[in-house]
């Protein structure tokens, strides 16, 4: 069923900005509208997901939706929201990254049946000389014009490069040129955008008299002020490679609960009844967190697969209710971003293949205990687990066998303490 692209924007509270007459175009004609995703890495992350479920909601709505990658833009660099220039890609890295983001937007967008179309703006730039782009382009956008911008006026006491300062050009001549070639009137993008695409609809108002409009979502802020899409590890990407399926998984799982309440109507495209009923239902069993596991849920699934949903939960539970056989089950780089930051020892792998005294692995060769006193008391305590399985003898011999694909040994002391040991 076909929506509507304003008001569900709207109701999600994801719109901040809108041109007058957007809303009417929308109502009036199918529309072709677009959003560009600059090259700056071979992957793009959480922080551009919101435009992308953007351009989905805007093909939901039976419009066509176009993915534009920046090959040109890219080798330029984007000053909105810099506080300094970037550094410049060279040609190759520019191409890996280009194909790395076409490949990831193909997952989302449907351009097999030409609902949506995929761009790249170096196919129209690259033959463009800069005489010609100064003349056709830059004499319709004065420099008072230009600098009258927040990304412009906002590092004019740091300095800024004419490099980044004619991306402004480039981008409102992107428009033009979708205007003139793919009929495309709507621009959509994040609230730090707006300049940007203004230029772009002035643009096109001044050169061929034409009409074209933008709308700009909420940058996404985190409720305790920090930066939306970053962990303590950097960047949470989209590619498997770079963020493991576990680790996005446990990204959206640890959510906050104020930015769960947001995050739900911004990410997913539940219908509002679901999200009114889950959001009531947190208010009564908050603990139960079932907010943050339908967030994390919905999001596994659509960037990844319902297999690997399946198993990065399989893999949560490991830590609580899993056993050897669980652990053993699982690859070598989900088994490692369980235990991401448990402390870790290296260990010889030929005193383990003779056998090593537990007491002594636990105090001489790790230091997890101080003494052999102390690891013999936790071991007859019962509070001592090797892989899972609970260690009541002191006088254990650890080998081979004791080793998770002969590579690494978990130890337990109580509940919640992890080590682990790499055999080397």
């Known amino acids: 069923m076909k929506t509507d692209f304003v008001e569900e924007l709207k109701w999600r509270g994801l719109l901040h900005d809108m041109m007058p007459g957007a809303e009417e175009l929308l109502k009036k004609e199918k529309v072709s509208g677009y959003i560009g995703f600059d090259p700056t890495a071979d992957s793009l992350h959480v922080g551009s997901l919101l435009q992308i479920i953007t351009l989905m909601r805007l093909e939901k709505a039976g419009h066509k939706a176009i993915a534009l990658v920046g090959g040109a833009t890219g080798m330029v660099g984007d000053p909105s929201g810099k506080s300094a220039e970037r550094n410049l890609l060279d040609d190759e ?6 194909t790395g983001i076409k490949n990831q937007l193909s997952k989302f967008l449907d351009f097999k049946n030409g609902a949506s179309e995929l761009l790249n703006n170096y196919d129209w730039m690259k033959d463009y000389s800069f005489l010609h782009f100064i003349r056709d382009v830059g004499k319709f956008l004065t420099v008072n014009y230009m600098m009258a911008k927040d990304s412009v006026k906002n590092r004019l006491e740091t300095g800024m490069s004419f490099t980044e300062f004619s991306y402004q050009l480039l981008q409102a ?50 409720a305790d002020g920090s930066k939306f899409g970053k962990s303590e590890g950097g960047n949470i990407w989209l590619d498997a490679t770079k963020t493991s399926p576990y680790k996005f998984y446990q990204f959206w799982l640890n959510t906050s609960d104020e930015d769960a309440k947001n995050f739900i109507k911004y990410f997913t495209f539940l219908p509002q009844n679901e999200i009114n ?21 919905e999001l596994t699934i659509m960037v990844h697969s319902a297999e690997e949903y399946d198993a990065a939960v399989k893999a949560s539970e490991v830590l609580f209710k899993g056993g050897i056989n669980d652990i053993a089950q699982l690859d070598e780089n989900t088994f490692l971003d369980i235990f991401d930051g448990v402390p870790l020892f290296d260990v010889s792998a030929t005193e383990i293949e003779k056998g090593m005294n537990i007491v002594d692995l636990l105090s001489e060769k790790t230091q997890i205990f101080p003494s052999k006193g102390e690891a013999r008391k936790m071991i007859q305590a019962g509070g001592l687990s090797l892989n899972k399985e609970k260690i009541t003898d002191a006088n254990l011999l650890v080998n081979n066998s004791n080793t998770l694909n002969k590579k690494y040994i978990l130890i337990q002391k109580g509940k919640k303490n992890y080590f682990l040991c790499k055999v080397n």
């Open 173 to 222: 001549y992107d428009f033009y040129w979708l205007y003139q070639n793919k009929n495309c009137k709507l621009q959509l993008g994040g609230s730090d955008q707006w300049g940007n695409i203004t230029s772009g609809t002035e643009l096109i108002r001044r050169k061929c008299n034409g009409e074209a409009y933008a709308i700009t979502t909420q940058l996404i802020k985190k």
């Open 277 to 297: 009923a889950l959001l009531e239902n947190h208010e009564k069993a908050a603990h139960e967190r079932q907010l943050q596991k339908t967030l994390a849920k």
């Open 93 to 98: 890295a520019l191409q890996k990254n280009i």
